[in-house]
């Protein structure tokens, strides 16, 4: 059965303190691995999209990177506006175009 | 260029009411998808239209059923609603690609 697992299921970190968050998924054949920020009551924003393994991409802090088996969204000197929950979604091939999310990493930065 | 829109943003109905939800997709964009969120939880797929076919549906009953319209907009309509129906719903927009855009969710709230 296709499942995306994500930890920790918060995490706590002071202004500037770098840390990464871990999305490992089971799937029959990865089309696409998504991360999405989502802050409270509101929908998932894109961050990235990963193919295939050893891919990595940036954007400003954030830093996602693609194994066989896991994904890490790695946060170098984070503020308090990084605060928000982190959801990771993957998408299998034989499954048409439906997104299979973990519970996310809700993430606090405090100034 | 728009970004995914929904309405209502917030919604109270009665156990055993019926419900509809609207989504407007991104410009360009040929394909949603519709998802319930509940509180503490990634999105849950509910199933995705493509030029106004069904083209996917997820673990829901058919209580849950939606239509796309020609320019691409679509409903989610819920019966005889229940109080786990309570959650947000989120609609999502992609077009040649992978990537999914979400709207800003509709908040349901069943009493």
């Known amino acids: 059965e296709d499942q995306v697992t994500q930890s920790p299921e918060a995490l706590r970190l002071q202004e500037g303190e770098s840390s990464s968050l871990n999305c490992s998924y089971t799937?029959?054949?990865?089309?696409?691995l998504f991360w999405y920020r989502q802050d409270p009551g509101k929908g998932p924003e894109f961050l990235f999209t990963?193919?295939?393994a050893g891919e990595e991409k940036e954007k400003e802090r954030l830093k996602a990177t693609l194994t066989k088996k896991e994904s890490f969204l790695h946060i170098t000197a984070p503020k308090p506006e990084d605060s928000a929950t982190y959801l990771c979604?993957?998408?299998?091939?034989?499954?048409?175009?439906?997104?299979?999310f973990g519970q996310g990493t809700e993430l606090s930065v405090k100034p | 260029e728009t970004g995914v829109t929904q309405s209502p943003t917030h919604l109270i109905k009665t156990r055993g009411q019926q419900v509809t939800l609207r989504c407007s997709s991104q410009?360009?964009?040929?394909?949603v998808s519709w998802y319930q969120q509940a509180l503490g939880q990634g999105p849950q797929f509910i199933f995705q239209?493509?030029?106004?076919?069904?083209?996917g549906r997820g673990n829901f009953p058919p209580r849950f059923s939606g239509l796309q319209f020609p320019n691409y907009s679509s409903e989610l309509n819920v019966n005889a609603l229940e109080l786990d129906d309570s959650a947000l719903y989120l609609c999502?927009?992609?077009?040649?690609?992978?990537?999914?855009?979400f709207g800003p969710g509709t908040r349901l709230l069943v009493l």
């Open positions: 999502a927009s992609s077009g040649s690609g992978e990537t999914q855009y």
């Open positions: 799937v029959s054949g990865l089309r696409g």
């Open positions: 990963l193919y295939s």
């Open positions: 979604a993957v998408q299998a091939d034989n499954q048409g175009g439906k997104l299979i």
């Open positions: 410009s360009g964009h040929n394909t």
């Open positions: 239209y493509y030029r106004e076919e069904e083209n």
